[in-house]
């Protein structure tokens, strides 16, 4: 896992995925009326070396199954990687998940319980059980 398309491991990774959730538009051919799209990425930042990475990686093909269904991104990153400050996306412990939207910082679950009950929850919309975690 730690070498797969699924983990982040440089700068230059980081913030190509973090591009990915830059907001697109769609203009109908027919009426030429514009819409926009909010689009989120994930970032679940952890120490290999864990309990939580050791359980999450048998967990991981749930959450592909709803980053999937909601069209949302999710990739794994270490907490060491050189040039990426953990501070300034409010991270003071690990495991933590961070989310972008429009190619900026939207919040942060840090606690592994958080983390865990998004993964085991039924219910197929992240989005909504992102929004509904406060830190």
Do not use: C, G, M
Not at 39 to 55: A, Y
């Amino acid at each position: 896992i730690q070498k797969s398309k699924f983990t982040i491991s440089s700068k230059q990774d980081f913030d190509t995925f973090i591009k990915k959730s830059a907001k697109t538009s769609f203009k109908n051919k027919e009426t030429w009326e514009e819409k926009f799209y909010n689009h989120r990425v994930i970032v679940i930042f952890w120490d290999e070396k864990s309990e939580f990475f050791k359980d999450f990686i048998l967990k991981l093909p749930v959450l592909v199954t709803k980053w999937f269904s909601q069209n949302v991104w999710i990739k794994l990153a270490a907490s060491n990687i050189e040039w990426i400050n953990l501070k300034d996306y409010k991270i003071d412990k690990l495991p933590s998940l961070v989310v972008f939207e429009n190619e900026a910082y939207l919040k942060t679950i840090w606690e592994e319980e958080k983390i865990q009950k998004l993964v085991k929850s039924l219910n197929l919309d992240i989005n909504k059980l992102i929004d509904d975690f406060d830190n």
